[in-house]
Every structure is written in C-alpha cells, then in structure tokens.
C-alpha cells in the first residue's frame, strides 16, 4: 500500500527553524514526484515545495529563500527544513505524492503534521 | 501566478440535488486542472485531473469539465458523503496554485 507519514511539526518562536519529515512506503521516493502542501487554520489550501529526481525543486513566493525540500533515498523519506519561521507559517503541513508522468497533481496525501509560529 | 477563482463560496443544497461547483483561472490553463473533496479533519483527495478525467476509484457521479479559464464540478446526485469541501488545482505554470475552496452544506 502506498502510504505517506509526516512527522516533526511542533511549536516554534518566529525566526526558529523546524525540519519536517515524510516517511514514504509502497513506493520509492528517489523516482517520484513529491509535494509540501500547507494549510493554515481555517483557510485553503497552498502549494509550498515540488521535488522530482535530479531537477531543480521549486518553491512558492512565500517560502523561497526560506524553505529547503530534499529527499534521503536511503530512508526513502522527503524532508522540509523550515528557517526564519513567521506567524503566517503556522499551518499542517501536508506530503503529497504526485500521480506519474509529471502531472503534478497529488493522489496520495499523509495525514499531516501541525507547526505553530507563535512567542 | 495563475488565480484561481471558486464560486460559490457555499453551496446549500440536500441529499439527491445536482451540485455544479465553478473555478474560472485568471489566465488561460488549458486543460490542466484538478478537482479535490476535502472532509473535515481530513487530507485532500484527488477527484478529477485533466479536467475531466476521474481519479481512481471516484464515483461516477463526479465530473469535470471545461477549458481555457473556466472550469465545472458537477455532483450528478449528493450522497451524505459528498458534504465537504472542494478545490481546484491549476499544474499549467509554477507555482501550482489552488482555487479558495468551495463548501458544499446540507439545507
């Protein structure tokens, strides 16, 4: 079965840094295109980071220069190391596996993981 | 960055009735659009990609339709499951941007 778990979210001071994980499973990461989605409390949702192989990932306007996406093949897990946290970052964050071929639409999702940005 | 706009922002409708979700993208997004059912306290769910194709395992009484700018979800009979939240996805340019949301409520 095809499965995604995040994990590391937490509460966190502005300006802290926090590395979310994404334990994937039924599937291999090294050859999969993968997402961060966010979700802020009661809002919608947003894109944050893409990752696929050995191309340049891509990030929104909101998280660039701030947020890293990378992936360990050896742990098949996909990482998000999150500096300079602000308030506005508070929201679950999401994985999301995309569907092949470069669609980037996401048909598998963890459940998520809460970060909290607040003093 | 591509806009997406759903309308409306809440649909009241009852079990049986047709549900007709709009998203309209501020550029031109061809056919490159998904549709998401959100359920409260729980991850997305892909329902349509490519406009009008469904995901696997998605009822047939979703379907998608639309190009260019402006996009349709249709839910051709509510069942009591179908009460959730609905998205749309653009993939034509990074950044992938999601619509606002549509909530579909029992009357």
């Known amino acids: 079965e095809v499965q995604l778990v995040e994990s590391g979210g937490g509460f966190i001071p502005p300006g802290g840094s926090l590395r979310l994980s994404c334990a994937a499973s039924g599937f291999t990461v090294s050859s999969s295109s993968l997402s961060w989605v966010r979700q802020a409390p009661g809002k919608g949702l947003e894109w944050v980071s893409h990752i696929y192989g050995g191309d340049f990932p891509t990030y929104g306007d909101s998280v660039k220069g701030r947020f890293t996406i990378s992936r360990d093949d050896s742990k098949n897990t996909l990482y998000l190391q999150m500096n300079s946290l602000r308030a506005e970052d508070t929201a679950v964050y999401y994985c999301?596996?995309?569907?092949?071929?470069?669609?980037?639409?996401?048909?598998?999702w963890g459940k998520g993981t809460t970060v909290t940005v607040s003093s | 960055e591509i806009v997406l706009t759903q309308s409306p922002a809440t649909l009241s409708l009852s079990p049986g009735e047709r549900a007709t979700l709009s998203c309209r993208a501020s550029?031109?997004?061809?056919?490159?659009l998904a549709w998401y059912q959100q359920r409260p306290g729980q991850a997305p769910r892909l329902l349509i990609y490519e406009a009008s194709s469904r995901a696997t395992g998605v009822p047939a009484r979703f379907s998608g339709s639309g190009s260019g700018t402006d996009f349709t979800l249709t839910i051709s009979s509510l069942e009591p499951e179908d009460f959730a939240v609905y998205y749309c996805q653009q993939r034509a340019t990074w950044p992938l941007t999601f619509g606002g949301g549509t909530k579909v409520e029992i009357k």
């Open positions: 999301a596996k995309e569907v092949g071929g470069g669609f980037h639409y996401m048909d598998v």
């Open positions: 550029q031109s997004v061809s056919h490159y």
